[in-house]
T-cell receptor, first 113, second 115 residues
Framework: GQQLNQSPQSMFIQEGEDVSMNCTSS?????WLWYKQDPGEGPVLLIA?????ELTSNGRLTAQFGITRKDSFLNISASIPSDVGIYFC?????????????FGKGTKLSVKP | DAGITQSPRHKVTETGTPVTLRCHQT?????MYWYRQDPGHGLRLIHY???????DKGEVSDGYSVSRSKTEDFLLTLESATSSQTSVYFC??????????????FGAGTRLSVL
């Protein structure tokens, strides 16, 4: 079945640094979603992307829908301690009937003050 | 926050016992989902519902059943719990099933331990 591959699996950065992570697939996706999960909580939607090439920002977060439709990127600028968590990409598989999503395995972000 | 309540938040049970987890929403969304989250696997879909009494299997449905008798409630049942079902379970809701409009909102999760 379709899979989403996220990299890196984990990151350890210093507060103030910029962060880049990506999500790739061997199949085309028509929608890319980025979620963040804080420890002990459920995932929260950060950004939704619907068009190839689309670049969308949410505060210090910027996400891009790759022009090949097979990848997406998330950047965080000037990281702060509350950015700690797991970041997931998600998208509807193969036409996405009934609203199903598949999720990547996540990128775990740690920030040192 | 989306109006999603999962209960219980934590549960410890013994192998072979039945367990039911509840998801309650106040958003009147048509679609509801149950996922499990395990280290190294991310979120995997167990079952989902696209309306009252309309449900279907997801990627990892073996050993689980669901029921949806009202729009607001989606129940996940482990008929005979096994240690492999120790996990964190998340409920999600979505207003639309369209591939281009499917934004899912998640509950806070239920941590289940099967001893």
């Amino acid at each position: 079945g379709q899979q989403l591959n996220q990299s890196p699996q984990s990151m350890f950065i210093q507060e103030g640094e910029d962060v880049s992570m990506n999500c790739t697939s061997s199949s085309i996706f028509n929608t890319w979603l980025w979620y963040k999960q804080d420890p002990g909580e459920g995932p929260v939607l950060l950004i939704a992307l619907y068009k190839a090439g689309e670049l969308t920002s949410n505060g210090r977060l910027t996400a891009q829908f790759g022009i090949t439709r097979k990848d997406s990127f998330l950047n965080i600028s000037a990281s702060i301690p509350s950015d700690v968590g797991i970041y997931f990409c998600a998208g509807p598989p193969g036409g996405g009937s009934q609203g199903n999503l598949i999720f990547g395995k996540g990128t775990k972000l740690s920030v040192k003050p | 926050d989306a109006g999603i309540t999962q209960s219980p938040r934590h549960k410890v049970t013994e192998t072979g016992t039945p367990v039911t987890l509840r998801c309650h929403q106040t958003e009147n969304h048509r679609y509801m989902y149950w996922y499990r989250q395990d280290p190294g696997h991310g979120l995997r879909l167990i079952h989902y519902s696209y309306g009252v009494k309309d449900t279907d299997k997801g990627e990892v449905s073996d050993g689980y059943s669901v029921s949806r008798s009202k729009t607001e409630d989606f129940l996940l049942t482990l008929e005979s719990a096994t240690s492999s079902q120790t996990s964190v379970y998340f409920c999600a809701i979505s207003e639309s099933g369209s591939p281009t409009k499917n934004i899912q909102y998640f509950g806070a999760g239920t941590r289940l331990s099967v001893l």
